[in-house]
């Protein structure tokens, strides 16, 4: 899975992009609701104790942009960087949307079946998909959530859940998962097709997924957070695009399919072949 221990006071992140991205996240909150935003049956506590963590965290951490004030109906917090203002009490009616509002990340909420041990995705507020639709998985497993992914179910789902088992409230962890696209959008709820027109390499953009994952205290859920950077290809430096290079041809066939080589590959060798020279290989003595 390749995670690592999380410096926890860079829980939540703020940029230069916060306010466009802000922009965004509100359009499709009004337009395409039900695309980015679902919260189950039995995900409310869930949902609440994520709202508490996220304006504690963004209230302390980034004290100049976020106040959190008392009001006869209850306590709300204050977006210095927007002039919004929202109620964030139990009278709350959509709390995970309020946490995806103030956020530049995306919420997703994990419960395990008692019966089954396998967590489902309970609640989600995903305003930048990667590849995948909120409705068709919403509510499932998993192994379900990743099915499409080659070689998922055989080589970490049962690890998976495991690791799930473990995670404490007192410990978060993060990754880094890595993609190629041939559009500049971050919402991108399919998987990356052949466009219609002839690529240029200033086409293709390289996008970051920050993962975190933790165990919320009370409700016992576990919170998976992605924050998404997204940068042109080109604008990589030597060091990150010889790195870039090694990780795809290190994909097997399969993963490279997946994850639209036969799409961007090509242009992604001249470049690399342009500014860092031919693939050294490597022979035995």
Do not use: C, I, N
């Given at each position: 899975m390749g995670l690592k221990r999380l410096d926890e006071s860079n829980w939540l992140t703020l940029d230069s992009n916060y306010l466009p991205e802000h922009a965004l996240r509100l359009n499709f909150l009004a337009t395409c609701r039900s695309n980015v935003i679902e919260c189950l049956p039995g995900s409310e506590a869930a949902c609440q104790e994520v709202l508490n963590i996220v304006t504690s965290f963004l209230s302390t951490r980034f004290p100049q942009h976020f106040a959190i004030i008392s009001s006869p109906s209850g306590p709300k917090i204050i977006n210095h960087l927007t002039d919004e203002v929202y109620p964030i009490g139990p009278s709350c009616p959509n709390p995970l949307e309020v946490a995806a509002k103030l956020s530049m990340e995306d919420f997703n909420i994990l419960l395990r079946n008692p019966e089954t041990g396998e967590y489902h995705l309970q609640a989600s507020a995903t305003l930048f998909p990667a590849g995948w639709k909120l409705q068709e998985r919403i509510g499932t497993t998993m192994a379900n959530l990743h099915k499409p992914v080659p070689g998922w179910k055989q080589n970490l789902g049962s690890s998976v859940n495991r690791y799930f088992d473990h995670l404490s409230h007192k410990t978060a962890m993060e990754r880094t998962n890595v993609f190629i696209q041939t559009t500049p959008h971050l919402f991108q709820d399919a998987p990356e097709s052949a466009p219609n027109i002839v690529l240029t390499i200033d086409d293709l953009k390289i996008r970051r997924e920050r993962q975190t994952f933790t165990?919320?205290?009370?409700?016992?859920?576990?919170?998976?957070?992605?924050?998404?950077?997204?940068?042109?290809?080109?604008?990589?430096?030597?060091?990150?695009?010889?790195?870039?290079?090694?990780?795809?041809?290190?994909?097997?066939?399969?993963?490279?399919?997946?994850?639209?080589?036969d799409i961007w590959g090509p242009l992604l060798m001249e470049l690399c072949e342009e500014r860092l020279g031919p693939v050294e290989v490597k022979t035995e003595c």
């Open positions: 165990r919320l205290e009370h409700s016992g859920a576990v919170l998976f957070t992605v924050r998404t950077f997204m940068e042109p290809l080109t604008q990589l430096g030597d060091d990150e695009l010889r790195a870039l290079r090694s990780q795809v041809l290190g994909w097997e066939e399969e993963v490279r399919v997946y994850k639209g080589g």
